[in-house]
């Protein structure tokens, strides 16, 4: 169950960028590393990281059920009910209880590898959110493609990312990624996006790609409109 009690608050209340990121225990333990280099890419802007765990990660991130990729465990529904969590009780208490200009605050949805798939989905589901900072996402997801081929990305900053030997992979998905990247890539065309490509396979350096992902994120926004 997602609770207010399984998040992680780090930065300022008067923060001009909040950032929202759905974590595992591995990106937990990451978290304060993450944060500090996304400081040290933004200098000069207040920034908030709101970091949640989630309880299952191949359930709780996932649009819909679909077979299992990796061993026994399938793909579930919980994305939606993830994302109302987000709406309806995360946000609601933030700008109640933590942020102090609430009105002010650009919005950032990201993650890493599912994470930053559900932050894809999530921009075609509201538009709560300013910008999507997607490292590493899941587009080997099955279907998504067919997805966001038929969907409407309800932000204009949009940041993608992959390893560049992410490919590399005896697992059927997860070699095909680069195609379901490059599909993705056309139909944001339109879309102030960046892709780019980091060293390395899809477990090196997680915690600095998704401070990458956010810091161009939050330089784009501060790039588009002025400092208040």
Request: hydrophobic share 40%; net charge negative.
């Amino acid at each position: 169950m997602l609770t207010l009690q399984n998040s992680h608050i780090l930065g300022d209340k008067d923060a001009q960028y909040c950032l929202i990121q759905p974590i595992d225990q591995n990106d937990e333990k990451l978290l304060t590393q993450e944060f500090n280099t996304i400081c040290e890419l933004c200098k000069g802007k207040t920034i908030m990281l709101i970091a949640f765990l989630v309880d299952n990660w191949m359930h709780d991130l996932t649009p819909w059920k679909a077979p299992a990729v990796f061993g026994k465990t399938n793909f579930g529904d919980g994305a939606n009910q993830t994302l109302n969590y987000i709406c309806d009780d995360l946000m609601p208490y933030l700008k109640t209880n933590v942020l102090t200009r609430p009105k002010e605050t650009n919005l950032i949805i990201g993650g890493y590898s599912l994470a930053a798939l559900f932050a894809l989905w999530a921009v075609t589901q509201t538009n709560l959110f300013d910008a999507c900072a997607a490292a590493s996402p899941s587009v080997w997801f099955p279907n998504w493609t067919t997805y966001a081929s038929t969907s409407l990305f309800n932000v204009d900053i949009i940041y993608l990312s992959l390893g560049d030997t992410e490919n590399k992979s005896r697992n059927q998905h997860l070699a095909r990624v680069n195609n379901h990247m490059e599909a993705l890539v056309k139909m944001l065309k339109a879309k102030n996006y960046i892709f780019e490509w980091n060293e390395g396979n899809h477990f090196v350096q997680s915690d600095v790609r998704t401070a990458k992902a956010f810091s161009w994120c939050i330089n784009q926004l501060a790039n588009k409109q002025p400092i208040i």
